[in-house]
């Protein structure tokens, strides 16, 4: 059941109305779908059996009360229980089994698939919202194309008729371009902090609409050649290529039995 009758309290009445258009409609009409669901948001931590934030601190020791020693680095309270569940939450779900598949089978997801998924992924957080991220899509004869430039960029000197085949390694290559813009208030870090940030999003994107990637880069990405290749601007910066397919079946059902164990969170976590 709705725990919020009306979202207007949590929507702010100052705010202008957008243009109504069907696809803002079906977005909005989603976005508060996924808050007003009571479990996912702020309040569910309500839920959890911990006191509450006041609770807490209205069963502190008064500042007079506390010793004038400097208090020792505590790290994080981990004592009151989290209401978040990676397994049960779709999106949590995810991301928490998301993994880079190396061999893919050669079904890939359609031009009008990928604008769909870009479309999500155009979510990403970026500072005074600059895009400076773009894809580009290689597929066919475009990989042998790769291939030579990365080639060439490594002196790299063939048999006639041979080529280089690593591009070959999935159908749909997506190369990732980082294109900062001149902007005072964002530096270039953190242009390359939302490419990275779309990069990363698509994979995920991509494996929830149940298709396999693996993110490959190397030494040569940005040389000379292979930059010309993509058509870079001064100062784009290819992030590397989603090598992308389908999910082999018995790669499938090895995932289906089997769980990879996640990394310890505590080390990703820390106080000042
Ligand atoms: C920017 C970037 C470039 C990468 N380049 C390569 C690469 O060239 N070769 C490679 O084996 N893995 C590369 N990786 C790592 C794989 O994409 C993958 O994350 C890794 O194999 C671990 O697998 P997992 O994603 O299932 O944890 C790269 C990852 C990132 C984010």
């Known amino acids: 059941m709705s725990k919020h009758k009306d979202s207007s309290e949590h929507r702010g009445s100052k ?9 803002c409609e079906v977005t909005k009409g989603r ?9 996912t948001g702020p309040w569910a931590k309500k839920l959890a059996a ?9 069963a502190a020791p008064a500042p007079d009360e506390q010793t004038a020693l400097p208090s020792p680095r505590l790290g994080p309270d981990y004592s009151a229980p989290s209401s978040i569940d990676i397994v049960a939450d779709p999106v949590l779900h995810a991301i928490s ?39 580009i ?12 430039a990365l080639d060439e960029a490594g002196g790299v000197h063939r048999k006639s008729g041979e080529i280089n085949e690593k591009p070959l390694r999935a159908e749909l290559l997506l190369a990732l371009v980082a294109a ?13 902090a939302t490419a990275a940030g779309a990069g990363h999003l698509l994979e995920l994107a991509l494996w929830q609409a149940g298709w396999g ?18 058509r870079l601007k001064d100062k784009e910066l290819l992030m590397g290529w989603l090598y992308i397919g389908a999910v082999p079946e ?23």
Do not use: C
């Open 15 to 23: 705010r202008k109305k957008p243009k109504s258009d069907g696809a």
């Open 31 to 39: 976005v508060r779908a996924h808050f007003l669901d009571g479990e």
């Open 50 to 58: 911990g006191p509450s934030a006041e609770e807490t601190s209205a």
């Open 97 to 135: 089994t998301r993994r880079s598949i190396s061999k893919l089978d050669p079904e890939t997801p359609n031009d009008s698939d990928l604008r769909e998924l870009i479309h999500a992924v155009s979510s990403v957080a970026d500072h005074k919202g600059l895009k400076p991220w773009r894809f």
């Open 137 to 148: 899509i290689i597929r066919g004869e475009d990989r042998i194309r790769l291939g030579a």
């Open 180 to 192: 900062p813009q001149d902007n005072p208030k964002v530096p270039e870090w953190e242009q390359h």
């Open 213 to 230: 990637v693996m993110w490959r880069s190397g030494n040569l990405t940005n040389e000379p050649a292979v930059r010309r290749l993509h």
């Open 250 to 272: 018995r790669y499938r059902q090895r995932m289906v039995n089997s769980t990879r164990p996640l990394p310890d969170p505590e080390q990703f976590l820390d106080t000042l």
